[in-house]
């Protein structure tokens, strides 16, 4: 296999898919060495189907607004790869959403979820609906109608999804409601991130962030340092910004900036417990303004416009918002203002160049396939809960998620060492990933 020639192909055949091929990319240039030491994966051409999804299904979303005016969306499922267990990822809502970045997500989500040890496959969909602005009654309107076409392509034991970007609690539970009107099956199992109170596992909301600084922590340790009083940077101000947000606090890191679309809130003393909250307020207001912050905390937050969270001053940089988020000349910036180490959380957060300067500049490095696993990983407790009609404290959920963060840190330090003793996480992340669902293909035939 050669990734030159691979990607070559799939360029002409998918010109313009920018996201999909940067991710395909990122993971062959990866594993290229160890898979041309398997001549079994190339006679069965595991690289070429794995880069394909499964199915794709694209959709018509026709919903009314609150003016009564008629408003139509795409709605889409990609079930990427099934070797391992049943289609799982989650639903974007987003107005820039194409099935470029779909297949962006399916194609990580497949190898990330093989990271968490748990029998899942790899799949997302979403639609370009735009929460902005968009009142609760119109939320509604909208899943429901996405929910019209989408209830025929999953089941609890073929295709599961979740939350993502625009996603939350309060639209699985829409997505939920007319999924049972439609299917009349009343099994949980088939959407994770539900309400605590109908299936949802205590910690959902909280796992990817929480796992994302277990995965950090690990990091840091395997680096002889230690979280305590390292500054954070923060980007985005969403679920995962806000999970993560709590547990730096609690492991006595001090977040000292989080971003939005509009700009960056500065946060000289640290975030504190009433600020992370008040996150939560600005996500369910669909402002998507981080500005708001600063207007409730004047005392407490600096806001400045189109600035990014990289132009502060921190020991951790933690994108948490969205894909290519993180540039070359932000890696570049981070640098100059003393930062050291970089864990993505958000997916396929840091532009190449980016993660290119981070490795070549001496700062760690981990990839959101591997930090922000937690995730997914606690939608598959969520998962086993549901099939045993049981519901675990939040204690054992914590448990098990940090038992599993371990793991896949000790699977990326098993797959990346280099001679040099240092870790190539991107590397050991891909590869752990990638062997472990290639060999599934390969036990389960040509199909
Ligand atoms: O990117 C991700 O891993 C998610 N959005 C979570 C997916 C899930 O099924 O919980």
Known sequence: MKTKDIMARLQAKYPGESEYLQAVQEVLESIEEVYNQHPEFEKAKIVERMVEPDRIFSFRVTWVDDKGEVQT????RIQFNSAIGPYKGGLRFHRAVTPSMLKFLGFEQTFKNALTTLPMGGAKGGSDFDPKGKTDEEIMRFCQAFMLELWQCIGPDQDIPAGDVGVGGREIGYLYGMYKKLAREYNTGV???????????ILRPEAT????LYFTQNLLHHAGKDIKGCRVAISGFGNVAWGACTKALELGAKVVAISGPDGVCEIPDGITKEMIDYMLVMRASNRDRVEDMATRFPDKARFTAAKKAWSVKCDIALPCAFQ??????DAKELKENGCWCCCEVSNMGCQPGAIHFFQHNGILFAPGKAVNAGGVATSGLEMTQNAEHISWSGKEVDEKLHFIMNNIHEQCVKFGTQPDGSVDYVKGANIAGFMKVAQAMLEQGTI
């Open 73 to 76: 969306n795409t709605g889409y």
């Open 191 to 201: 959407l994770t991130g539900k309400g605590a109170t109908w299936g949802g596992s």
């Open 209 to 212: 962030g929480f796992g994302a």
């Open 324 to 329: 290519n988020e993180l540039s070359e000349d």
